[in-house]
């Protein structure tokens, strides 16, 4: 048993894939925190997929991919925003028109690549184990900023989040803060991106906060709770997936999705017990 | 509960008082998208009034408040909030919005949603230190909600809830407090609570500006009324709500006069199902408890 778990740290791309994960998982766990009180899930998915016109753009100007990913992701959040605000549009309608053109585009620029090139599968369902020391250098950097961002900005965020409307009337500047919470969850979904992939991000950033919101009454446990399964499912996921030769990022999924769907059923099984349901209104 | 409606503390009706101005208004209009919902809107509020909002549904209370608030830019004409540009002064302002569109599954405490009082004035920079917890723990003494700190908000009562966002307000220290329907939907001994803490913040020198459809709610609890219905109808005393010409220019075909008493349908509401008759006015007794 022993062995099975440390056998695998000889390998420096195992080690390297651990230390992403840890890193992706805590990320996406404080930003998914806010984006399952803000109901944004959907918004998440949109931007991860308008991710990928950046990630073949890049690759076919040979440059580094984090900066294509990011402009492609930051812009098309930006412009959600823009657009449900400025649009008589309701927003899920500027996300389903964005995010299907963005994720076109990406389809239409790899079909002009000559040849077949199993990386950019990589980023629509993940390479993790692929992880080399300059991207993880580059994903520290960024997981450092969007963390230091939420850490000043943490109790505008949550004012914010809560009650809008008292925010803006308060002073707190409620629209740019939700500008700059879009670019957030953008830079989070690209430092996610070579671990998990396009498809699976939004799982990375939803799942483990659902599961804190399902358990937590409090906005600090909910956190608490959301970094304690987004940083642990990773890592069971890794060695599963190495045990079991499978998808390194789907495994993760899985697990995550495991964790949540535990934590209903004892939620829903303290509920029965209790004779009722809590007091959720 | 006790069956003691009538608050000793129920405050008197006024006139709109002479002296310092806190909210004032020239020749505003505003609207949504294309949509005009307040014309022409010439109005005063007095630094320490204790104002009621009041009209039909649509009829623009709730944009004449958020306009106060800074939340809405009006098309034309001109906003001073304590003698300032709305938005300049917001942190001598507290807005608490309806309590239906608040999520009360959100996990926050009673404490913390009093402490997001104080967020405003620390800054992105400052963390809540001795001076805010005892600010807040002061506000929820006020409120009567201290025992209740530590608890989730959707495990309130709906007095409970608005005593919450109140002691937010009061933990803010502002001059000015704007509430978007602060007494409905919860019953008439509930109210007669909040309105007491309102009346105190009022007698202390705040200004206090609230919406309401509950005209008996607003003719028992407030001194001065405000009425509005696409630009403003009436301003002034209490002693206004019993001048039908009043109600009938407020409500137009929504009041219904029967001898001495008009009573108010209010097709386009959104709480009440079950029925069209909104509240009766004149209506002495239990009117307002569902």
Redesign the interface.
């Known amino acids: 048993m022993i062995d099975a778990i440390v056998a695998p740290l000889a390998f420096g791309f195992f080690v390297r894939a651990l230390a992403a994960a840890t890193i992706v998982g805590l990320v996406c766990a404080v930003v998914g925190s806010y984006m399952v009180?803000r109901g944004l899930a959907f918004l998440g998915d949109a931007i991860s997929h308008s991710a990928f016109p950046g990630v073949v753009a890049a690759y076919l100007l040979k440059g580094p991919f984090y900066i294509g990913a990011a402009i492609a992701a930051v812009g098309t959040a930006l412009a959600i925003g823009w657009v449900a605000r400025r649009g008589?549009l309701r927003g899920d309608t500027a996300i389903g028109v964005l995010f299907a053109g963005m994720f076109a585009l990406g389809i239409f620029l790899f079909s002009l690549i000559p040849n077949y090139v199993g990386d950019l599968f990589g980023f629509l369902f993940g390479q993790i184990l692929g992880i080399g020391t300059n991207d993880l250098i580059a994903l520290a950097v960024l997981a450092v900023i969007v963390l230091a961002t939420v850490g000043?900005?943490w109790?505008?965020l949550?004012?914010a989040t809560?009650?809008p409307?008292?925010?803006?009337?308060?002073?707190?500047p409620v629209s740019r803060l939700d500008y700059l919470f879009l670019a957030l969850i953008a830079l989070t979904i690209v430092i996610s991106l070579q671990a998990v992939g396009i498809i699976l991000v939004v799982a990375m950033l939803v799942t483990p906060a659902a599961t804190g919101?399902l358990l937590?009454?409090?906005?600090g446990?909910?956190v608490a709770v959301a970094i304690a399964i987004g940083v642990g499912s990773p890592i069971i996921g890794l060695y599963l997936s190495y045990w079991a030769n499978a998808a390194s990022g789907a495994t993760i999924v899985l697990v995550e999705t495991a964790v949540f769907l535990g934590a209903l059923a004892w939620k829903g099984g303290m509920r029965s017990a209790r004779g009722g349901p809590g007091?959720?209104? | 509960m006790t069956a003691e409606w009538v608050h000793p503390a129920a405050p008197e009706p006024a006139p709109m008082p002479e002296g310092p101005v806190a909210v004032r208004l020239r020749d505003v209009s505003a609207g949504y998208g294309t949509q005009l919902a307040l014309r022409d809107v010439d109005l005063e509020i007095a630094t320490g009034s204790l104002l009621a909002i009041f009209g039909p549904n649509g009829g623009g209370k709730t944009t004449l408040i958020k306009l106060i608030a800074g939340l809405l830019k009006p098309w034309s004409g001109t906003i001073e909030v304590l003698g300032a540009p709305p938005g300049r002064t917001a942190r001598r302002i507290a807005y608490v919005p309806q309590a239906e569109l608040v999520d009360w599954s959100f996990p926050v405490s009673v404490w913390n949603v009093a402490m997001m009082g104080r967020y405003p004035m620390l800054g992105p920079f400052r963390q809540p230190g001795k001076a805010d917890r005892e600010a807040v723990a002061a506000a929820l003494e006020r409120v009567g909600m201290l025992a209740q700190a530590k608890t989730q908000i959707g495990a309130l009562s709906g007095g409970q809830r608005r005593r919450a966002f109140l002691a937010r307000a009061i933990a803010a220290n502002v001059e000015l407090y704007l509430l978007d329907e602060p007494v409905t939907g919860v019953d008439v001994p509930t109210q007669e609570d909040l309105m007491e803490l309102l009346t105190r913040e009022s007698d202390a020198g705040r200004t206090v500006v609230a919406t309401t459809h509950d005209l008996a709610a607003a003719s028992r609890h407030f001194r001065q009324v405000v009425g509005v219905n696409r630009g403003i109808t009436a301003a002034g005393g209490t002693e206004l709500l019993a001048d039908p010409d009043v109600l009938a220019r407020t409500y137009g075909g929504h009041l219904l006069m029967l001898g001495d008493r008009g009573m108010v349908l209010d097709d386009a509401h959104h709480h009440d199902a079950e029925s069209g008759v909104e509240r009766h006015f004149h209506d002495p007794g239990d009117g307002g408890k569902r």
């Open positions: 009180l008589n000043l900005l109790k505008e949550l004012y809560f009650d409307l008292g925010a803006a009337a308060a002073g707190l919101q937590a009454r409090s906005f446990r909910l007091p959720s209104h």
